[in-house]
């Protein structure tokens, strides 16, 4: 069950990395900032989710 923890983290840091990498190539011109955003709120949305399926997973075990 540790594992499963640990994984939700990762989303975290994967969303800071998404959002800067957006920040840094916001005035590039291309629409790379835009998927990087996209890509940041998505990690984001996947942290919750897991946060949420996990607690429900546990509390059914008890």
């Not at 069950?1 to 190539?25: E, R």
Request: hydrophobic share 50%.
């Amino acid at each position: 069950m540790k594992i499963l923890q640990f994984f939700q983290y990762i989303y975290l840091i994967f969303a800071v990395l998404f959002i800067y990498d957006a920040i840094s190539n916001w005035n590039d011109g291309s629409n790379r900032s835009y998927i990087s955003l996209l890509l940041g709120a998505l990690a984001i949305f996947m942290f919750f989710f897991r946060k949420k399926f996990r607690k429900r997973f546990e509390d059914r075990g008890k």
